[in-house]
């Protein structure tokens, strides 16, 4: 692409994509329980993602075998499914802020396990970023009273864990991840995880009446498997193919403030002055680890 203010627009709309999942996925958790809303939702991206992988194979040759199979559903399961599976349940029991703040900490959690296994070394510049940001966690959790309760200890702790498991990711699979190509390993990631829940998805539908499930229901699943697990996915690997990673993974510092905006304007949620603040501190910090990097 040659047009940069092209490629930039792109990106907002990605980064724009990925937040409006945070309200589609709120709005979906408000007819649906979070297990069944995963394992539908990760149907959803399956069957979607494959047309997307057959046109892909036309132009491009398989880059996996057959033995290569239960690796690359190991990666995918840390990769995508776990990351989402908690994304999803952490959702139902805290706040789009809180989530948008939790869910992307990975960055700070990669230099963490780096660290912990001697693959980087933990320079002053970085602790100094780690410290802060740990001090913004807490004072998010220490400062943020919301007498609506929308935000709980629980989700922010599950929401965490999916940053964890995408951090594990980043460290273990990703490398491995990159030989087989990013298509690859969504496609398997969706299309493995939908069949692994397959039984409860099944057993959960079966005592579910999701023949009364409204439109704004489906239509809130449907933009959660389409638009944030394969569009927005699709501008992310043709934009890095364009820039360089680095600046490309700068965009995603959008994400938090969208997805809270949008929290805000759609859902009504409210935002104190000491989660905005704690908010800014923690991604400061991770700010601080990343330029140390």
Request: charged share 10%; aromatic share 14%; glycine share 8%.
């Amino acid at each position: 692409m040659k047009s940069k203010p092209l490629l930039y627009a792109l990106l907002f709309l990605m980064i724009l994509g990925w937040a409006g999942n945070y309200i589609a996925t709120k709005v979906a958790l408000r007819y649906l329980p979070p297990v069944l809303l995963f394992g539908i939702r990760m149907s959803m991206a399956g069957v979607l993602m494959l047309p997307v992988y057959f046109w892909y194979r036309k132009s491009h040759p398989a880059t996996w075998k057959l033995p290569d199979l239960p690796l690359l559903i190991a990666i995918g399961i840390f990769g995508v499914s776990l990351n989402q599976f908690f994304f999803v349940w952490g959702m139902s029991k805290t706040s789009v802020l809180h989530t948008a703040i939790f869910a992307n900490m990975s960055p700070f959690l990669v230099l963490i396990l780096v660290a912990a296994i001697g693959m980087e070394r933990f320079s002053g510049r970085k602790f100094v970023g780690v410290v802060v940001a740990l001090a913004g966690v807490v004072l998010l959790r220490v400062g943020d009273a919301e007498p609506q309760g929308h935000a709980t200890f629980w989700g922010d702790l599950i929401n965490f864990l999916g940053a964890l498991a995408f951090a594990i990711f980043t460290v273990i699979g990703k490398p491995k991840a990159n030989r087989f190509g990013s298509i690859s390993v969504n496609t398997i990631s969706y299309v493995g995880g939908a069949m692994v829940m397959a039984p409860i998805t099944i057993w959960q539908a079966a005592k579910f009446p999701l023949a009364a499930l409204p439109a704004a229901a489906w239509l809130a699943v449907f933009y959660m498997a389409l638009v944030s697990s394969v569009l927005a996915y699709l501008v992310y690997y043709y934009a890095l193919a364009h820039m360089e990673a680095s600046r490309l993974a700068a965009f995603n510092y959008l994400l938090p403030v969208e997805a809270t905006l949008l929290g805000v304007w759609l859902l009504g949620e409210p935002i104190s002055a000491g989660a905005a603040g704690a908010g800014i501190v923690i991604f400061g910090g991770i700010y601080m680890v990343e330029r140390a990097r």
